[in-house]
């Protein structure tokens, strides 16, 4: 149920009349759950809107007569609302999902196939969490002036650090989940050229994460990769976990690397926040510092106690610029995190931590 305690309404978008069906009945399996109409196209999806005013829409992006990024941002300009992107997890596709999330859209999942198999169930436990997590997100359409008041932070940050001197084997690991994108791009655009090396754990699939490091490095100073096996680890660089491997570090010869598993999952996830955590916490002990953004769940927030406990400073980001607060609002409630911060001041506090 939502919060005042009736169904979460929906508004299921998309072109193919069976992935219309097969969505409704996917999420109409939960009680919590009401697809209160679907449409075939934006136009329609436009009045049913009107008429229904649902808590929900999730959105197909190949559509005819309009595509879902154009009615996406035609929906965040003139009424803001949830969305969930119904999209093919495809390397072709990726570039435009994460153009879908940059605009305001909360998650995405790909198409649902009907195989008969455990992979139908395993899909509706998903769908169904993100719908309802959905529901409870907050709104964060994208703003003109964002990536020029993201530039102005990173200059206004490397004023900051001016003729400071970075730490020795200082490391940040930063992990996230729903909104994660976003709020990972945020901290990175802000930080200068010459900031300390961070290590990112991002719930995303693995044909997503090569395009989100790309689109990470075109809006920073700091240089950005996909995370390689036995990369070394550098100062003005950043890590992303490949979408199918867990992210951990090691030394080799003095200096950090970057080391890939593909074991078993974590909290449900490769690559898994906790799995990060711990790995910097015992190879860097207190010369590293641990952040929780925006995400569903707990992946990371016992890791980031943890964290803590050895000594290192953690932040968490706070509920009201959070998209999700689960991660984040359970290392809290832990009493994991130092400190509980607004995504735009977290950029500054690692370089306040990693200089001196």
């Known amino acids: 149920m939502s919060r005042s305690g009736r169904k979460v309404k929906v508004i299921v978008v998309d072109d193919s009349a069976l992935i219309r069906a097969l969505l409704k009945e996917i999420l109409e399996s939960s009680e919590r759950i009401e697809v209160v109409a679907a449409a075939c196209d934006a136009y329609e999806a436009r009045e049913l809107i009107k008429l229904h005013n649902p808590d929900v829409l999730t959105l197909d992006i190949e559509m005819p007569k309009m595509n879902g990024i154009t009615f996406l941002k035609n929906l965040m300009r003139l009424r803001p609302m949830p969305v969930v992107m119904i999209s093919t997890l495809t390397q072709e596709g990726a570039p435009t999902t994460l153009e879908a999330l940059e605009i305001g859209a909360i998650d995405f999942i790909g198409k649902p196939k009907h ?137 080799a010869g003095g200096r950090y690397v970057c080391k890939l598993d593909q074991g078993e999952f974590i909290n449900r996830h490769r690559p898994a926040v906790e799995a990060l955590f711990d790995s910097v916490r015992e190879v860097a002990g207190k010369h590293a510092m641990g952040v929780i953004l925006t995400g569903m769940g707990a992946d990371g927030s016992a890791a980031l106690l943890r964290m803590r406990q050895a000594g290192c400073l953690t932040i968490a980001q706070d509920e009201a610029s959070s998209i999700v607060w689960g991660m984040p609002g359970m290392a809290v409630k832990m009493e994991g995190a130092v400190k509980v911060l607004d995504l735009h001041d977290i950029a500054k506090s690692i370089l306040h931590e990693a200089f001196h």
């Open 115 to 251: 195989d008969g198999g455990n992979s139908l169930d395993e899909y509706r436990d998903i769908i169904v969490e993100k719908v309802l997590a959905a529901s409870r997100a907050s709104i964060r359409p994208q703003v003109d002036s964002e990536r020029e008041s993201r530039a102005t932070r990173a200059k206004t940050n490397l004023g900051s650090i001016a003729n400071k001197k970075l730490r020795s084997q200082f490391i940040c690991a930063i992990g996230a989940s729903t909104g994660g994108t976003e709020a990972i791009k945020e901290v990175v655009s802000g930080l200068p050229p010459n900031c300390p090396p961070l290590v990112i754990a991002q719930h995303i699939p693995a044909s997503f994460s090569a395009s989100f490091a790309r689109r990470l490095d075109g809006l920073s100073a700091a240089k950005v990769y996909e995370a390689e096996h036995d990369q070394h680890i550098e100062a003005g660089c950043v890590y992303v976990a490949p979408g199918h491997s867990h992210l951990r570090i090691a030394k």
